[in-house]
Each structure stands twice: as C-alpha cells, then as structure tokens.
C-alpha cells in the first residue's frame, strides 16, 4: 500500500518529539495502546495555567508510519488549543487530513484516545472531574 | 554500482533468470501446440518440450520423471498432496499429523479435512523452529496415514530435520510429505536420501515463473497415488488434469537445471552475505535473530528489533528496499505472524521483526546499504518510541497495564 504525502511529510520529519516532565501539575500524560498490538502512543501536553491554552504538546509513538504521522499531527494540533476545543478532535478529522485508508483508521483512534487520556490526566491531577467519552468503536 | 531499490524479499518470490525467460519465449509464439496433441508436430514439439523440463525437474529432486506431476504452484501441489492422500487412503485412516508453522496453503487445506470429518494434529515447534521428533513419535496412531512437514520456513528459514522424520514414518508405515517450496533449488534435497513421498516445489521460488509448480509422488517403494481434486481430460497420469502450461513447465525446467549447477555457489555467496549483514544488524542493541541459525536456508535472516515496530520500520526505506515484516501492520488481518508467535515470541517482538531474503542478484554492496539504511531508521524509531524510553529508564514493560483494544 502506498501511503500519501503527508503521511510520509510526518514520517521523516516528525514534529514535536519528545518528553514533557509528567511530575508537573499541567502536564498531562496519555499513554494508549499495547506493544502486543503493535500500536502504543504517549502523548502529553502541558497546558498555560493562566489562560488554559495547551502550550506544548509531545509524543513518542510505537506503530506504523500512519500511527507515527497521527500523533505527530495531533501534537501540531493541540498546542493553541484550550482544553475544551482539544477534547473534540475527531480522529476523522485526522484521517481526512492524512488521507488515511480504511485499514489505517485505527491509527487516527488510537491519537484521539491519547489525546482524551492526556486531557482526563491533566484534569484529574487538577482536580476536575475525568470527562467520559465515548468509547470509540473502530478498533 | 549500487542498484535501487534493492530487493531482500526472495522468500516471497524471486525474479525470473533471465536465462530461463530466453528458453520459454519460442513456446509463446512459434512452438504453441498442446502437449496432448498426438496428431501433428506443435504437439510433439510441445511434448519433447514438457518431457525435457520433467527429467529437468525430477533430477534436481533425486526423482523419477514419472514421478512428477506438474500443478499450477505449491499451493496446489499442497491441497493435492493433502487431500489426495486423505481421500485415497480412507479406508486405511483419517488422521494427519502437521505442524504449527506450515504455510497456509498446508495448514488450512489441513482445517478443510478436519471438516471433513479427518483428524489433524498441529505439532507445536521449539523457539529453534523446529519440531520435536518424541513428539512427533509420540502423536502418531493407528489410524494416522500422513506426516506433512515442511521441508524449510518461508518466514525465518528453519530446516526441519526430514530424514529423522521420514525414518520415523517408514517405520510406522506412514506417508511423507513435505512442501519444500523454499529449499528446492537453495538447499540439496533428495526425495530419496530424504525419504519424502510426496513433495510440494513452485517455480517463482526458484528463479523460474509464476503459475507453474509440481507435486512429486513417489512411484515404488511405495507405490503413491492420490486421489485427483481437478476432474477433466486426465492429464498428469490422472492425477491433475488441464493442458499443460508449456512455457511455464519449460521455464520451470530451466530454472531447475540452472539450480542444480548453480546452488552451491550461490548457497557459499549468499551465506556469506547473509551472515555479513546478520551480524551487523545484531550489533544494534536488543536485536535478535529468530529461529535456528544452525539449521536454516543460506540465503535467509529474520531479526527482530525490539521497541521499534515492523512496519514503522520499513517505511523508512522501503522505497530503496524491499522487505517484508512479521509486524500485523503490514497484514490484512492485524495479526502478526503466527509463525514466529509460534516460535515463541511475544506479540511485540514478532510486530518488531523483519525478514530479509537474498538471491541470485544481490550484491555485497546492496548489503552494505541495507545495512546502514536499517540501522540508522532502526535508531531513529528508537528516538520516538515510547517503548525504548521506558526500556531505557528500567522500566519492566510486563508491569505496565496496556489499554488492550
Ligand atoms: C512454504 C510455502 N508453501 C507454499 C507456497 C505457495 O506457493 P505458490 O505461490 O506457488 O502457490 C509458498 C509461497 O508463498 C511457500 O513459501
Ligand atoms: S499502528 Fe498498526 S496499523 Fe498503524
């Protein structure tokens, strides 16, 4: 299977790379996926506690390229964004962007979980309630 | 000069030998004729043609001309084998012993006698890729009329021990088979040193075309036969029926008589090759080799680097190489390879594998670069996985509670 252009843009210059320090209160930490799937994804943000905006975002990604190129565009995404805004992200959304086939979809839910798993640990380190998703159903 | 995209996926299928394009061009156009056709000279000629590529054929195998029967590949050499045995031999038993790491063509034609109302036992293999012989003595019964075992991996390359395992049978009074797709024409096999009664090969395998393969059924000692799975004008002794595809056939004999003159430098080349970069690439920290490396093809290595995923992996050359992975990224099924699971290998380890399989045209320049290609994306994935940071920091991944989808 070919992948597209951006997918491959992503893959060989991949942005935001890297580890925030999780200890840090407006960090939040998401970590989905498992090695024996093939497809593990850590991404974080940390968020500007003055205005509430994600400041920074990072990831580190075990999986295929499009895996790769799914968190690396959410990452892009993130920062800028409040945390509301951030939460609605639809891994669709990341699919159209890539041009994604079918069989790579499962790559764009695995970021839109990290995405909601770095939001719910940033809330719960803050004292907020988790927000509750909806379990994706495309695996 | 270094030639890209570099090809490492001869497990697969290897280009045809330009040689042996050369022979079957004249049987497209000028020499046409239907091998059955008794009556006029396209006939014979195609005849003396088919004729020529069977004595080709059999003498790479040790076998008789008679004893081969020409299929369109393995696959239907292995449903032949298979299921003409279980329907031919009914009244003698339903039961078939196989193992675990077969090639689908064997191991769901194995699912479809099991449906049947036949007994199928699946031997599990060692970490080596190998069959334990107790184990397999101590499976056989009564009722028990084939050992389908084959002759070498087409993933990690393994050679299973066929003469042991023949000798077991003969003394049991049980058929052989073996689908040696991927040893024919690397390794020497010789259904009669070997002790195999039935045998599975494919000409793409080998530097010959695609849709062209054979079924070797022994003729004496014992007298073999199987049962046909295609009804038509009897051809093949009966056994398999459709016009010969003559060029392929011719094109098939070529490359076995190629291979018979060829395969020991080609092995001492390829080995020499193929060890040059295993032993590169296993220099990368936490790189492993899976499957035996004392019984195994020249020509073939498979090589899992941990913390990296396999198909990740080979997005970062595979527009200059070719190479496949065990990784479920790189299937329709999102499974990974139940070859290497059945070697033992955690689920991660066998998405973090790649296998790599030389051939008559690799270059030692080509290993060079794949070399340096895999190892620098190999580090470079490293740089972005989660996983290898953990592994870094000492964390024991087993503790961690993965999100299972
Ligand atoms: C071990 C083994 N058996 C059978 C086959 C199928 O061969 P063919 O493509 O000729 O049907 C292959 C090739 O994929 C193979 O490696
Ligand atoms: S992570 Fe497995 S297909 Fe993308």
């Not at chain 2, 040193?193 to 059924?217: C, E, N, S």
């Amino acid at each position: 299977m070919a992948y597209s252009e951006k997918v491959i843009g992503h893959y060989q210059n991949p942005k935001n790379v890297g580890t925030l320090d999780k200890s840090k209160s407006n960090v939040g930490t998401g970590l989905v996926g498992a090695p024996e799937c093939g497809d593990v994804m850590r991404l974080q943000i940390e968020v500007d506690e003055t205005t509430g905006m994600i400041k920074d975002a990072k990831f580190k990604t075990f999986g295929c390229g499009s895996a790769i190129a799914s968190s690396s565009l959410a990452t892009e995404w993130l920062k800028g964004k409040s945390i509301d805004e951030a939460a609605k992200i639809d891994n669709m959304e990341i699919v159209e962007e890539l041009h994604l086939p079918p069989v790579k979809i499962h790559c764009s839910v695995l970021a839109e979980d990290a995405i909601k798993a770095a939001i719910n640990d940033y809330r719960k380190k803050n004292g907020m309630p988790e927000l509750k998703f909806e379990e994706s159903v495309v695996h | 000069m270094l030639k890209l995209p570099i090809y490492l996926d001869h497990n697969a299928t290897t280009p045809c030998d330009p040689r042996v394009v050369e022979t079957m061009i004249p049987y497209f156009t000028n020499n046409f004729g239907n091998a059955a056709s008794r009556n006029h000279p396209f006939g014979w000629q195609a005849e003396e043609a088919v004729d020529n590529a069977r004595v080709q054929v059999a003498k790479l195998i040790g076998a008789d001309p008679k004893e081969i029967i020409f299929t369109s590949g393995a696959t239907e050499a292995d449903n032949l084998a298979i299921k003409g045995v279980y329907e031919m031999y009914a009244s003698k038993g339903n039961h078939i012993i196989t193992c675990n790491i077969e090639h689908k063509a064997v191991l769901d034609t194995c699912k479809h006698i099991e449906k049947e109302g036949g007994e199928v036992t699946y031997l599990k293999v060692n970490p080596d890729g190998l069959i334990d012989l107790k184990e397999l003595e101590a499976a056989i019964k009564p009722t028990t009329i084939l050992i389908a075992i084959m002759y070498a991996n087409n993933e990690v390359g393994t050679v299973m021990p066929m003469k042991e395992i023949s000798a077991l049978a003969k003394k049991n009074g049980i058929l052989v088979f073996s689908d040696a797709t991927q040893a024919v024409g690397k390794i020497p096999v010789d259904v009669n040193k070997d002790g195999i009664d039935l045998l599975a090969m494919t000409a793409h395998k080998m530097y010959g075309p695609k849709g062209i393969g054979a079924l070797y059924v022994r003729r004496k000692n014992p007298r073999v036969k199987v049962t046909a799975q295609m009804d038509g004008g009897g051809h093949e002794r009966g056994m398999r029926s459709g016009t010969l595809n003559v060029p392929g056939i011719v094109g098939f004999g070529k490359a076995c008589e190629l291979a018979m003159l060829e395969m020991d430098t080609d092995a001492k080349r390829l080995s020499a090759l193929r060890d040059k970069l295993e032993n590169a690439l296993i220099n990368i920290e936490e790189a492993y080799v899976n499957g035996s490396r004392r019984y195994r093809l020249p020509h073939v290595t498979n090589i899992s680097f941990k913390h990296v995923e396999g198909e990740g992996l080979l997005m970062g050359f595979n527009k200059d190489i070719a190479l496949s992975s065990g990784s479920a990224c790189t299937s329709a099924s999102l499974e990974p390879s139940y070859v290497l699971k059945a070697l033992g290998l955690g689920d991660d380890l066998a998405h973090s594998s790649l296998r790599f399989g030389l051939g008559r045209f690799t270059t030692e320049e080509q290993i060079d670069y794949t070399i340096e290609a895999v190892t620098k994306t190999v580090n470079k994935l490293r740089e972005m996985s989660p996983l290898w940071e953990m592994y870094k920091e000492g964390i024991d991944l087993s503790t961690i509670e993965w999100a299972h989808h």
